[in-house]
């Protein structure tokens, strides 16, 4: 097995989360984060046939719409076409906003940012500087263990419970 890994993450916010939590010190094993969203999309052939055995492919996406079929689908293509690969899932229940919510000392996800709307949250999520984003997740002192860990949707019951397996606590 080699250490690569893959983050498929679904938007620039996830693609911002896990860029912070992979600040030193580590709380999620190092990778490379392409944002592609796996949910409502199916992965290239191309970028599959790209992806080295042994392998981890990371998939961070919303449970908030029941919608499954692409998801299973890149499962099954990922297993036909990429050698011993580990896929861990990182499914946010319902959304990164409410995991965000549920795994620090907020009532609501623009408290993090000082922001005036959800729509506003993204924006500024996204625009802070990584080692920011780190400090602002501390400082609203994010629970590393809780992430990723709530009982996901009826919808998606095949998707195994195995963050812990990508987290560095």
Not at 16 to 30: D, F, G, H, T, Y
Not at 51 to 75: E, H, M, R, W, Y
Not at 143 to 167: C, G, H
Request: glycine share 2%; hydrophobic share 40%; with cysteine.
């Amino acid at each position: 097995m080699n250490n690569k890994c893959i983050y498929y993450v679904e938007g620039p916010c996830e693609q911002q989360l896990i860029a912070a939590l992979k600040e030193a010190p580590e709380r999620l094993i190092p990778g490379k984060i392409k944002v592609f969203n796996v949910v409502q999309n199916l992965i290239p052939k191309s970028q599959m046939l790209s992806i080295q055995a042994g392998t981890t492919v990371v998939l961070v996406f919303d449970t908030d719409v029941p919608q499954t079929s692409n998801l299973k689908k890149n499962l099954e293509l990922l297993t036909r076409y990429c050698g011993k690969l580990k896929i861990i899932f990182l499914p946010q229940v319902l959304n990164l906003e409410d995991e965000l919510v549920r795994c620090t000392d907020v009532r609501t996800a623009m408290e993090l940012t000082k922001s005036g709307s959800v729509k506003n949250f993204k924006t500024d999520f996204c625009k802070m500087k990584t080692k920011d984003c780190r400090s602002m997740l501390e400082r609203h002192k994010l629970d590393y263990a809780r992430l990723w860990m709530a009982k996901t949707p009826e919808a998606f019951n095949f998707v195994e419970n195995n963050s812990f397996q990508i987290k560095t606590l």
